[in-house]
Nanobody
């Protein structure tokens, strides 16, 4: 059984940084395309970033480009989201998600594309 566990959330001031981690267990993460999504109170869950199985392809929502960076360490079965220059509008629960894929380069931006989800970690950015 596949489990995803996020960590690294917290409260920071605007302009600060956090690094989220997503630990994958039950299967090697190298078979997964991995994504980060977020959900703010009263809003739908939205795509943030995705990284391909190989790690060579990434994609971001426009609002985070240049500030957030997704990466992976398949030897550690862990995916990261480095968050810099945080803004109050980044406040949300952040979820990692995984989809088993055969292609090393495919990425997915829709929530319905992912079969596995973590429990989420809260990120709060104060102004």
């Amino acid at each position: 059984q596949v489990h995803l566990v996020e960590s690294g959330g917290g409260m920071v001031q605007a302009g600060g940084s956090l690094r989220l981690s997503c630990a994958v267990s039950g299967r090697t993460s190298s078979t997964f395309a991995m994504g980060w999504f977020r959900q703010a109170p009263g809003k739908e869950r939205e795509f943030v970033a995705v990284i391909s199985r190989s790690g060579l392809t990434t994609s971001y929502v426009d609002s985070v480009k240049g500030r957030l960076t997704i990466s992976r360490d398949n030897a550690k079965n862990t995916i990261y989201l480095q968050m810099n220059s945080l803004k109050p509008e980044d406040t949300a629960v952040y979820y990692c998600a995984g989809r088993e894929v055969s292609s090393g380069s495919d990425v997915y931006r829709l929530t319905k594309s992912y079969a596995y989800w973590g429990q989420g970690t809260q990120v709060t950015v104060s102004s």
